[in-house]
Structures are given as structure tokens and as C-alpha cells.
């Protein structure tokens, strides 16, 4: 089965997408439901328009905006997800069998720690008509529904990517926000945010180069400061750092205007020191909550990952028990390509009728089919609902 996955998350700077041929192999009577394989035929990151990409960033400001702008995104963002899809069907010569549209997450409510509701927007509709498959979206609302966060759904990728450990080992992802997925021997796999990824960083990035859109690129501009403790402290004093798992969160707590209440405590501090204190509060929320669950393996993704000065910061957060590599290093799957992958198993496993959602890893009272479908240029034809999903994933190449 061909399917194209679609991610937007978020950093709002780019849609990720990956078409990928899923594979069901039983043949190993040792592992119920068999094992899955995943080839990417093809993968791209496509910025998003000037107008489009400054747009989402209106929405993901915590004020309110225009009921016009948002309709005006919903209309855009679906069309941008038709050229997408259909330009890489025509690279690698396929027609996908499902579409998966993310969209774009512009309110993800949280009130005391339960999440009342998420929404993702991009209409479906134009991927439908434009390449005639049929599409899954709205994938985080039925776990909503059933009690759950609605996230972090890389979850049940990282939970079958990982399947085997040895050790306790954390997939990273290090977007916007960043999330972990521990899977251990012996244990439940449980998955959350823990903080802030880019979402703090990239605002003083942007203060600071003057470019609305722009990101502390390598890491440069925090590589010439220097840590400030007092500041760091207050910063890591946030409540969301210390409540249980399951738990998420978004750019509706970590933003400008959040930030701006810690730097008025603290006047007349170099912006280079302030990003620089931002990086390392990424780092060490990330290792506080990979030692709170006893990780001596990390396997990092993310655009995060393209900037040294974290990743330096990271492993000495971790400390040199933990080892940190990357999804491509450690499993062959390119870091960028994983949540758009992500999305790709999401519907394998809708279009099959089972759950693509762990209750350990989002605490909803059971696992949940996820999203709804848009039919394409045929009728809507789904196989017989299986009774047992695959028990482990493997990159085809």
C-alpha cells in the first residue's frame, strides 16, 4: 500500500512530505500480526509561501484573529498539501492509495492537565480532487474523545521502531515543542512533551535577526552567549515541567508574551545570553525527563537536530552514561523524514481499523482509530477491519 503522509508541525516553517509503501509480512509466526515494513520512495520539505508561512504564525499567537484568516489558512494550507502530494506522485511515478493530512495545529487546549481539545486545519477536500485518492485527517480528535492528550502520536511509530530494546531508550523529536517516547524492556510504553524544542528559540531568533520567520540557524547566535543561572532557574520553575505523564502541551503556553514576563524580571540581559539560556532550557528538560525514566539511549529527530550548539547542550544535560545518535544513524530513517512518515503509518493502520494511538502514551481509556476520511474520485472502499496490528516496524531501505 502506497501512502503519502503530510506534516506540519509546530515551527510552522515547512511541510514535510513522504511517500512510503507499506508492507505486511506474517510469515514469522514468532511475532503476532507480523512485521511491517516501511519504504520511502520519496521525500521532500517544502517551505510554506511567504504569505502563508507568516499567516499560520498569526494563528499560533495566543490573541484573537479574523474568522476570515482562518478560513483563508483552511483554504491555502489544503492547497498547498494538493501540489505537494500530487508533485511527488509525479516524481516517483505512483499513485498514492491514501493521502494523510496532519494539518496545521493551531489550538491544542489543555486545562488542568487534560486536553479539551485539539484542531488541526487544511481542507482535505483539495487533496481529494486534485489527486483523486482518498484522505485521512483530523488524526489527534477521537483520542481526545476517548480521554487521551491526542499526543504525541509518534508514539506508536517509536514504540514499533523500537520494539526489542535492550536498554530504555527515548525517541526525540526536537520540533516546536519537543516529545519523548520511551520504550524499555518489561515496561509500558509511555510518550509526552516535555517543553519547549525551537518555540522559545525561535522567538528570540527572530527579535534578533529582524526576519519574521527566521531560526538561530547551526545554533550560531547561542554559541556567542553565555548561560545565565538566575535566569534559567526562573524559567525551569514552569509548573507543566514537573506534572506526571501522560501530558502535552503547545505554543498556547510557550510564546512570546511567556517569555517576555521572565525577561522583565530579569532587565538588561545580552540577547546572545538569552538565547543561549533558551537552548540549554531545551536541553535540560529534555535530560530531566529522559532521567526520570532511566534512558541510556537517545535516537534524536527533528529540525532540532540541525543545530550543534543544542545538540552539544543536550548530551551534557544527558551526561555521558546516555548515548545520542539520530534516527538515521540508528535506524536509517532521515531525521526530517519521520514525522511525515509518521503520518503515513497513522493511516496504514485507520485504513486497516486499528488504533493508532497507546493508552500508556496518551492515557486514553483505550487505543482509537484515528482521523476521518475524505473519499477520492471513486467510492470509499476500506478492507475487512484486521484483529491484530503489526508488532513491529523496519525501514525497507
Known sequence: MIVAGLMAGTSADALDVALVELTLDESDGTAP??????????????????????????????????????????TRFGQACADAVADACARAGVTADLVVMHGQTVRHDVHDGAVTGT????????????????????VRSRDVAAGGQGAPLAGMLDHLLLAGAD?????????GIANVTVVAPSRD??????????????????????????VDTGGALAARGVVVPALLDDLLAEPYYALPAPKSTGKELFHAAYLDRFLAAHGGLDDHDVIATLTTLTARTVADACHRYGVR????????????????????????????????????????????????????????GLPATLPSVTGASHGTVAGRFTPGSAPLQLPEPRDDGPRRLRLAR
Open 33 to 74: 500480526g507480523g512485521e511491517l515494513a516501511m519504504d520511502v520512495l520519496d521525500f521532500r520539505e517544502v517551505e510554506f509561501d511567504e504569505d502563508l508561512g507568516l499567516d499560520i504564525l498569526r494563528l499560533l499567537e495566543p490573541r484573537d484573529v479574523p474568522l476570515a484568516l482562518v478560513s483563508s489558512v483552511d
Open 119 to 138: 484542531w488541526q486545519i487544511g481542507q482535505p477536500a483539495w487533496v481529494a480532487e486534485r489527486t483523486g485518492s482518498p484522505v485521512l485527517s483530523d
Open 167 to 175: 536498554v530504555p531508550t527515548a525517541a526525540l523529536n526536537l520540533g
Open 189 to 214: 510504553t509511555v510518550a509526552f512533551d516535555t517543553g519547549p524544542a525551537n518555540a522559545l528559540i525561535d522567538v528570540m531568533a527572530r527579535r534578533m535577526s529582524g526576519d519574521p520567520r527566521g
Open 297 to 352: 539511549s537517545v535516537v534524536a529527530s527533528g529540525g532540532g537536530t540541525r543545530n550543534p550548539t543544542l545538540m552539544a547542550a543536550l548530551r551534557r544535560e544527558l551526561g555521558s552514561g546516555v548515548a545520542v545518535g539520530t534516527t538515521h544513524d540508528a535506524l536509517g530513517l532521515p531525521e526530517a523524514a519521520k514525522e511525515a512518515c509518521l503520518m503515513a503509518l497513522v493511516g496504514w493502520l485507520s485504513w486497516h
